[in-house]
């Protein structure tokens, strides 16, 4: 056991440069000398028995860097398993030698130790060829009916003020939902009780690290799902604080329909929706980034005694916003909720408070009420990065939503802007392994065949017939939010753009349109100022993959902020290199 211990740590390059001094068929009973070619007596076998492991692993290392094999599949190879591994075949004269050795050593580093190869490794990829038979076998639509049980996906993000109680609003949801068990909620329970914060329990079920548990605050986007009747939740918690605004463009950005959560008690709602408050910015952010229909949580309820007269209140100064904002009376839902209290959540309130003038939707029921939109599934593909890792296997690791069309494994991919290609080698689906997905998925794609430093979070991955272009000027049509400074030539900003956030400069004023026809009222203006409709030209630092809103409204679309607050949301018109 220690002699392979030691083979295992020992450098080969520096003896043995040459691997055909030891390249001849190694068997138990026979062994050749290297300097003398003769068979050799079974005593001087045993007296170099200890020398074989040496020769065997330099033999296998010398033959795996001649073949230009991956670096990652060393770890397989020395446990015998090389047969595992799908690569090329070595020559025909080579292919008796490596046998032989390959054989010995799986011999000699078996019956020591067994060891678990990870399921990406002993997976053989389904070769391109494969895949495009099944490609079009599969018909995605009537596969999508199918998963599920026929239940349709639904991409849900929650947004409000910082201390609105969006984290314990979710977290009891889903406790409600049996998502989280009994066990796990009692030790958040006694470990927030012992970090002094008792009342922060459900919220610990989305905020996980321990910077957001000892802060209170929500920092990055959490993901979890959920299902209802009719329909499977992808759902993501993104945080209120403006340091974090970024965080939470992210999150909107890949979501169908929005949970706002307002906060009831005296003062703390009119903080969050008056100037400076993130009631409103995110309210502009979300419809800005497509979303049409949202349930507006108004929560801490319990605390004003479930008033019907604070209720109606918060209601018509929101209301009256949110039509502004673009929203349809008719898209948005209003309902009475306490998240620490898991009133009217999953069920409705049994309180004869609210009870009395209350007769409408719980939130579980209104989320389930939500129509799901179209998904672009006969679209090219399309999947922006919304982050990267290294995997145990060779290859690593991105996710993202699939934006459009549909991905198998096997297929072969491009990355824009790096302009790399890359094989699929696994697809996972809420941490379950699938074959394929489609637009709407939030997937974990294994990759093979790039390096891992070439890929920045905010690339997308598409499909190698119809590439997404990358760009660093481009056209677009803005709608100036309110703003203290005027937006003039040479103007930086920050532009916000699915997963990436790129700095960039207002290069061009082109001309002012009227907001309901788009007609251009002035050519050439010098400055702009809030509630304008502009066209304006962009150019970014690095180039960015783009897409013309018109022919990809999700990719289309884009946010400009400026010293900490959004100032503008723009749609492309034109790439223009």
């Not at 080579?94 to 054989?103: A, R």
């Not at 403006?242 to 329909?257: C, E, L, R, S, Y």
Request: glycine share 8%.
């Amino acid at each position: 056991m220690a002699r392979h211990r030691n083979v295992r740590g020992y450098n080969y390059d520096e003896d043995f440069e040459d691997d055909d001094l030891y390249g001849q068929s190694v068997e138990d009973d026979c062994c050749i000398s290297p300097s003398t070619g003769k068979p050799r007596d079974s005593q001087s076998t045993r007296i170099d028995s200890k020398i074989v492991p040496k020769v065997t692993k330099m033999t296998v290392s010398g033959k795996k860097q001649a073949m230009g094999f991956e670096v990652p599949s060393v770890i397989a190879e020395e446990n015998g398993h090389s047969a595992n591994t799908p690569q090329k075949r070595p020559s025909s004269e080579d292919s008796s030698v490596t046998s032989g050795v390959v054989e010995l050593g799986s011999k000699s580093a078996l019956p020591s130790q067994t060891i678990q190869i990870p399921e990406e490794q002993s997976t053989v990829p389904t070769p391109v060829k494969k895949s495009s038979k099944t490609r079009q076998q599969i018909d995605v639509k009537a596969e999508l009916e199918k998963r599920q049980g026929g239940k349709q996906l639904l991409n849900l993000v929650v947004i409000g003020h910082v201390d609105a109680g969006k984290s314990t609003l979710v977290g009891h949801l889903l406790y409600l939902l049996g998502n989280v068990n009994k066990r796990t909620m009692h030790k958040y329970e006694q470990e927030s009780k012992k970090a002094g914060k008792a009342s922060f329990a459900y919220a610990w079920v989305l905020d996980e690290t321990g910077e957001e548990r000892e802060r209170g605050v929500t920092m990055d986007v959490g993901m979890t799902k959920f299902e209802t009747k009719t329909k499977v939740i992808t759902l993501m918690d993104a945080p209120g604080h403006k340091d974090f605004i970024p965080n939470m463009i992210t999150g909107a950005a890949q979501a169908d329909v929005a949970v706002l959560v307002v906060d009831a008690s005296r003062g703390e709602f009119e903080a969050g929706f008056e100037t400076g408050g993130q009631t409103r910015e995110h309210g502009l952010l979300v419809r800005s980034l497509g979303v049409t229909q949202l349930a507006v949580a108004v929560n801490k309820m319990d605390q004003v005694n479930w008033q019907q007269e604070r209720f109606q209140e918060i209601t018509s100064k929101l209301g009256q916003f949110l039509k502004q904002a673009g929203f349809k009376e008719s898209d948005v839902a209003y309902i009475p909720t306490s998240g620490l209290g898991g009133e009217n959540l999953v069920t409705s309130c049994q309180s004869s408070e609210l009870t009395e003038w209350y007769k409408g939707k719980c939130l579980l029921e209104q989320i389930d009420s939500f129509k799901p939109p179209q998904r672009s599934v006969d679209k090219p593909f399309r999947l922006c990065v919304s982050d990267v890792f290294k995997d145990q296997g060779s290859g690593f690791c991105v996710t993202g939503k699939i934006e459009a069309g549909y991905i198998q494994t096997g297929d072969r991919l491009l990355a824009m802007p790096p302009n790399e290609t890359c094989t699929a080698k696994g697809i996972t689906l809420h941490d379950e392994p699938v074959d394929w997905a489609a637009a709407g998925d939030h997937v974990s794609l294994t990759l093979t065949g790039m390096d891992i430093i070439k890929i920045n979070v905010g690339c997308i991955f598409c499909g190698l017939k119809e590439p997404i272009k990358a760009c660093t000027r481009f056209r677009a049509r803005v709608l100036i939010f309110n703003i203290d400074v005027p937006i003039t030539k040479g103007f930086p900003v920050l532009l916000h753009y699915q997963t990436v956030s790129e700095p960039a400069t207002i290069r061009r004023l082109l001309s002012i349109l009227h907001k309901s026809t788009g007609e251009v009222t002035k050519k050439k203006p010098k400055v702009l100022t809030k509630g304008q409709n502009a066209l304006i030209e962009l150019q970014t630092q690095r180039p960015v993959a783009l897409e013309l809103y018109k022919d990809f409204k999700e990719l289309g679309r884009f946010m400009l902020r400026y010293s900490g607050s959004t100032i503008a949301a723009g749609v492309v018109t034109e790439i223009k290199e």
